[in-house]
């Protein structure tokens, strides 16, 4: 029975459907670039500029050469406060040249640590600054300038490469501006997640946490809405994520593969550092979900996967499952993904030598953005709080898909969208076996 029923996750999991968050739907509101500052080519620094990459993927910010205090203020704003309430409020002049220390302390703000600044007294700001080498005077030290400044060395906002810029009281560099806001990004929960990259020492200690934590999503509300949806054959699975656990790499440069055997991930980080790919690692857990029919005998009971019977006697299957969401250091390793997943991890034949550990025939991974020898299909989705739903079809299907969600619950969060994903699982969903 244990044999009959992995093969059938195998085969019927493939079917439900992967995620990424669409950036058009579900990413705060872009500011024009032309709104926020003049922009520039400037040399930034290695942290900065992933910081920077960032920003101008995920809101269309390009990090200025220079930027006057307004500018700065409305950058901020448009990443950690795009609604109508601002977490930054300028008086004064905005059009000014923008100090480093007036844009530490507008980071500060915008991070949400602002309060923690004014429970510093003098002495512990001279402390805290000592390695910034200031050399101000006592009364200096008391004032909520260099509390901020102490908040901000504390939490890690401050990084020492800026103590010079600080000491001076000199215009922010370009690598300032995009660090401060990189890590206001991050202090408000809205950067990259994940556990390490594939070349950490402990990156597998962390994975085997991540999976060992993670449960079956339950999301009865949203799991009524879509468990209609497979008892009407509007779709042959789904799968359901929680949108805490999204990794908010870069598209560019990221892949998604999904699985539902732990020891194959546990290989496949391993195979990818034989082959010299360094790439960020994030776990994202995922619950497959699809009709296990009757005529398959008893489901049994297990810690990786729930049923429920339906009204017809075959029974809906909620199998624990997982994604593993890579951003590479480069195209070229985005690119080389795909063919060592191929030559490792793709199986051809029964009992094929030379493959990782629960390799599929149809392996499951995807991008964002178009790469060569992959094939564009849609992913439908349909959201209720942190919680999502989504199916994969071919992009003729789409419109029925989410068609149908829409009539399931008028009230909900529906779209769809298309991305790319490995040729294999393309020709899964065409109908072939293999």
Do not use: C
């Not at 844009?103 to 600044?117: C, N």
């Not at 509390?147 to 922010?172: F, H, M, Q």
């Not at 030379?354 to 790469?371: A, D, R, V």
Request: proline letters at 3%; a negative charge.
């Amino acid at each position: 029975m244990v044999k009959h029923r992995s093969k059938s996750i195998v085969a019927l999991s493939l079917a439900a459907a992967l995620v990424w968050t669409t950036p058009a739907a579900f990413l705060p509101q872009r500011a024009a670039a032309a709104e926020i500052a003049t922009f520039a080519d400037s040399v930034l620094s290695p942290q900065a500029q992933e910081y920077a990459d960032y920003l101008q993927e995920k809101y269309g910010i390009a990090v200025a050469a220079s930027w006057t205090r307004g500018q700065f203020a409305d950058a901020l704003n448009a990443v950690v406060s795009p609604g109508t309430e601002k977490a930054i409020v300028l008086t004064g002049n905005t059009s000014e040249p923008l100090t480093a220390i007036e844009a530490v302390s507008l980071a500060l703000k915008a991070a949400d640590l602002e309060e923690l600044a004014y429970t510093y007294s003098a002495n512990k700001a001279k402390v805290s600054l000592a390695w910034v080498k200031l050399g101000w005077t006592s009364e200096e030290y008391a004032a909520d300038k260099a509390k901020i400044l102490a908040a901000a060395v504390n939490t890690g906002l401050l990084v020492s490469s800026y103590y010079p810029e600080i000491r001076n009281d000199a215009v922010a560099p370009s690598s300032l501006a995009a660090v401060l806001l990189g890590k206001a990004l991050e202090a408000k929960g809205l950067y990259k997640r994940y556990l390490g990259t594939t070349t950490d020492a402990d990156i597998l200690v962390k994975l085997g946490d991540a999976y060992r934590t993670s449960d079956i999503i339950q999301a009865p509300e949203l799991r009524q809405i879509v468990d209609k949806a497979l008892k009407q054959n509007l779709v042959t699975g789904y799968n359901l994520k929680d949108s805490r656990f999204d990794a908010n790499f870069l598209d560019s440069l990221s892949v998604v593969y999904g699985h539902s055997d732990f020891k194959h991930a546990l290989q496949l980080v391993g195979l990818l550092r034989s082959e010299k790919i360094k790439a960020k690692v994030q776990f994202e857990p995922k619950t497959s979900a699809f009709i296990y029919l009757k005529e398959w005998g008893d489901p049994g009971q297990s810690d990786l996967f729930e049923v429920v019977q339906i009204e017809n006697g075959n029974y809906i299957e909620y199998a624990k499952e997982y994604d593993l969401a890579f951003e590479f250091e480069s195209t070229y390793d985005k690119e080389r993904f795909d063919r060592i997943i191929l030559s490792y991890a793709k199986k051809n034949e029964d009992d094929q030598p030379g493959l990782i550990y629960g390799s599929w025939w149809q392996p499951l991974y995807y991008s964002l953005t178009e790469l060569g020898g992959y094939k564009e299909i849609a992913n439908n989705k349909i959201s209720a709080g942190k919680y999502y739903a989504q199916s994969f079809s071919l992009k003729d299907q789409s419109a029925s898909v989410t068609e149908g969600f829409k009539k399931l619950d008028p009230s909900a969060k529906v779209v769809s969208y298309n991305f790319w994903v490995d040729g294999p699982f393309y020709n899964y969903l065409q109908g072939e076996s293999k």
